[in-house]
């Protein structure tokens, strides 16, 4: 059974913490990638820097800024090292960066190791960067479905190539023993996103 702090957070979140939640989210991932441009490109760092948007306004213009930022900092990233090394190295940073969200989330929500609490975990979290989604049984495993993210109105298809690491991050430190692959995103023409859920031994067999 879930605990009671998952069950009020994935139905009640005040703005007041979905804009706190959104400024940590924002942080992790902005200075992990201006972090990587400074290593591989110090010379823009400067510039790029004085480009990057505060988080300011209602829940919606955060996003907005956040998801710019990203878009920033991954087209500059692309500019200096080139498309493949942009998403070989920038997946992994934001990957690493959702694993500790997410684990800090399990710690923090009491969740269990059971698919339902972890569906209920990351509808919580989802909620934070207005992302709706359902999750669909098929007879090769769980299927995440997502109707609507605020940030595609935003992000570049590059970008949410390279951001998409960050969720994927996220369900992996929610549950050390799933995993979760996009196969399609809104960004890249799609009527919504979607993404395989997979266990421990559906990861062996799965795609990079």
């Known amino acids: 059974m879930a605990s009671l702090k998952l069950r009020l957070a994935s139905v009640w979140f005040p703005e007041s913490l979905l804009k706190g939640e959104l400024e940590r989210i924002s942080n992790l991932t902005t ?4 972090s990587l441009l400074r290593e591989k ?26 998801a710019s930022n990203h878009n920033v900092l991954v087209e500059s990233l692309a500019e200096a090292i080139g498309e493949e090394e942009t998403l070989r190295l920038g997946r992994d940073v ?6 500790v969200i997410g684990e800090e989330a ?12 972890l569906i209920m975990a990351a509808r919580a ?27 595609s ?13 960050t969720d994927e991050g996220v369900i992996k430190g929610l549950n050390r023993r799933v995993g979760m692959k996009f196969d399609r995103t809104i960004t890249a023409g799609f009527p919504s996103c979607m993404a395989r859920i997979l266990v421990d031994e559906e990861l062996s067999g799965a795609r990079p």
């Not at 992000?155 to 390279?162: D, E």
């Open 31 to 34: 200075n992990a990638l201006f």
């Open 125 to 151: 979290l989802y909620r934070v960067l207005g992302i709706r989604f359902t999750v669909q049984q098929h007879d090769e495993g769980l299927e995440m479905v997502v109707s609507r993210c605020a940030l």
């Open 94 to 99: 934001v990957f690493k960066i959702g694993l």
């Open 153 to 165: 109105k935003w992000y570049t298809a590059r970008t949410c190539m390279v951001l998409s690491a």
């Open 41 to 66: 490109a110090s010379d823009s760092t400067e510039i790029v820097f004085r480009s990057l948007k505060p988080l300011a306004g209602s829940i919606e213009e955060r996003r907005a800024a956040m």
């Open 106 to 117: 399990r710690a923090r929500l009491g969740i269990g190791d059971s698919v339902d609490d």
